[in-house]
């Protein structure tokens, strides 16, 4: 049975998830607008990705006996200066999603709660290659440039990445 404490904690977790998810959507569009669909493309996969991590977690907490509660979210910021800023904005953002995780495995290893911290190991992981994606991303993007042609190169790489993500989902479907 699922605490007071880790019911709250989960529920606050999914709205962080659902936030997440609408941040990337406004980043999606705001490349979608500046031309690069090849990033807009990897960017809507991410706002899937995200409201899949909510459903995850808001699923389980109505299986182990609390109440999942369908969260509120603000508005996003629409308004990026560059290409770089909107993977900075990404990077910052996983990093807060890394530590609620984080404070969430703390949470039940201290309540003794072994199902929910098995639950959480996923997220563990997912934060882990998320992290260095998008890492791997922010040292392209350093080494190819902030400029009209190595945008061009990395808005290909990306499209590349999202179809072979989609391929290998419907592969494992
Ligand atoms: Fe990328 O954050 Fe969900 O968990």
């Known amino acids: 049975m699922l605490s007071k404490t880790l019911e709250d904690a989960l529920n606050k977790q999914v709205a962080m998830e659902a936030s997440a998810s609408y941040v990337y959507l406004a980043m999606a569009s705001w490349m979608e607008n500046e031309g690069f669909e090849g990033t807009a493309q990897f960017l809507y996969a991410q706002s899937d990705e995200e409201r899949m991590h909510m459903m995850k977690l808001f699923h389980y907490i109505n299986e182990v006996g609390g109440y999942a509660l369908s969260p509120a979210v603000a508005a996003p910021d629409i308004k990026f200066d560059s290409y770089k800023h909107v993977f900075e904005r990404v990077l910052e953002q996983e990093k807060k999603v890394t530590a609620a995780i984080h404070n969430l495995m703390d949470i039940a290893t201290k309540e003794a709660d072994h199902t929910t911290a098995n639950f959480l190991q996923w997220y563990v992981a997912e934060q882990r290659e998320e ?14 440039g902030n400029d009209g042609s190595g945008l061009y190169l990395m ?8 179809a072979q993500a989609s391929a290998g989902k419907s592969v494992a479907e």
């Open 131 to 144: 992290e260095a994606q998008f890492n791997t991303i922010l040292g392209k993007l350093k080494i190819l």
């Open 155 to 162: 808005d290909r790489d990306l499209a590349q990445i999202t």
